[in-house]
């Protein structure tokens, strides 16, 4: 076990060759220590969002989330059971960009106004535009985002856009914060342990460096896939992307476990398995969750029940009358198209799990 001193006030503890940023335990100061010649650089700009939540106020959370989202608050106490709870102080490298975007492309529309030219050859109309955005984008400072889970697809872009990347604007990305209370950006502190108030603080492993160059890639496909929305064929898009600030802030979240063991008639369809919720510890927003009742023990009660009911007028247009028999084949239809919904979604569960197996950044 190595040794390492802290460039500020020369205490010594344990020296981690996964952290790129060495945090020291005493005095809170974090500093990088140069591979070949061995200095030791100290780093400022380092924050942190205090934490908001504590191990006591975990079921309240709960309790109100799942109060809002199940048909029967009454049950709530008896169906559902906190199984765990963890929070955790996360890095994000927090780049901010002013990002411009230039974009051409044909659309396929034919009403002309005032300001579009009409391409004579073919009666499509050319169009072009710009657009600005600023934003503190967020990285995370680890060296794989499926650690802690939830964290992958962090970013809801406003616009229609497809999102497979983990880095997110912050200021849209944490949730709305109460009344009178800070957003979150400006919430933060010089980075002390005491601040943490007793969750674990994760260590920094990942350089400003190649937190900036994903930043700036993600960025750019971003608005490459806005400009998209714009317009039917997008010949040209170009984004210059201006760097104005670097910072490390350390972010509090909450992972709770949770089962649901439905005593109703649900329970037949559902299987007791355990089901996961993000909260962002400093403004308590709930940011992903696994819910209750997921699509497929949804379309399988449908397939329950509209069997029955085919099979009900199956042995009526036997004994009453031949019309039932209409129902039936009606019934029957949605419960083979049911089946063969599941039985997609399925394979398409499958298929991106490999997907996301084999993104997984390596050796890094
Ligand atoms: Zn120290």
Redesign the pocket.
Known sequence: MFEVS?A????SFEYNPDDYIHL?P????GFIIDSEEGAKDLIGDHYVIPSNIQKENIEEIFNDWIMKRYHNPSKIKSEFNILGSYGVMLPYWVISVEAHTFWSGHSAKKNLYPGRVRDLASGYLKEEGRFSRRYRWAILARKSPKEHWGLERLHHPRESVMVDWEGFPLDETMGVQDEGVKPIYEAKVPFKYEQANEIAVASIQTKELSAVTRAKDQINEYHRRMAKTKIGTLYEHRTEIEVVGLHIVHMPFWFIRYSFSPKSFFKFFTTVRERRILIQGYTKAVLDAELPLNTSDKVMTNIVVCGTLGFICLTLSVFISPLFYILFVLFVLIVGLSSWKIINREKTDLDTIKGKENNEPVGS
Do not use: L, T
């Open positions: 802290c500020s006030c020369q205490a020291c005493y005095c809170s100061a």
